[in-house]
């Protein structure tokens, strides 16, 4: 009789530094890049905060290409609160839109995979498909190389949910997005998030 994997407790992380994923993703030529919280801090030129996790985004078509960029690691599918091992061989779920990837090695989470739809050229917000831009103006480099969401994009994710690290990481940009960058984002809130709190800073 064949027993599942067991699943890590979902607060096992000990999440890698952007550059070590950077490293490990230096020869995949497909599109990637920081999201989250650690992508303000890429943003930002320094580390604001403690992260808990480490997200990255790759377009669902590549997802084969990342899984073998990223070996020693068990591939778990996440959604609906549910953490359920990937098998070597399975395919990814058509619903599924986040991975988090397992150092069994090390026995802890390492980085948070999330899938999307746009293409090489564009980026499209999950939630709202009509929201979009030029994937070369939704994707930011640092000195170093290391691609991360435009802080903008990042901040239009986080009005959902408004943690206090969200309302936190919204303060800390808000002095430095530019007036491109917040009418583009009051934009975003007016259509997705109408009477956004938002909306009356920017």
Known sequence: MMTATPTLPHDAWAAWHPQE?????????????????WALDLWHGEQMRPHDDLEFTILRTDFADFRAALPGLRLHTVGDGHVEPLGAEDVLPSGIAQVWCEDVAAGCW???????????????YKRDPSIRLPRA????????????????????????????????????????LDAKQRCWL?????????????????
């Open 21 to 37: 994923l950077a490293h490990r993703l230096a020869g995949v030529t497909r599109p990637w890049c920081i999201v989250g919280g």
């Open 110 to 124: 390492r980085v948070d995979m999330m899938l999307e739809d746009g293409t090489p050229e564009t980026w499209v």
């Open 137 to 176: 103006d939704a994707v930011r480099r640092t000195g170093g190389g290391i691609a991360y969401l435009a802080p903008e994009i990042v901040l239009l994710f986080k009005a959902k949910y408004r943690r206090d690290k969200d309302e936190a990481d919204f303060a800390k940009a808000l002095p430095r």
């Open 186 to 202: 009051q934009a975003c809130l007016a259509q997705a998030y109408p009477d956004h709190a938002w909306s009356v800073v920017l």
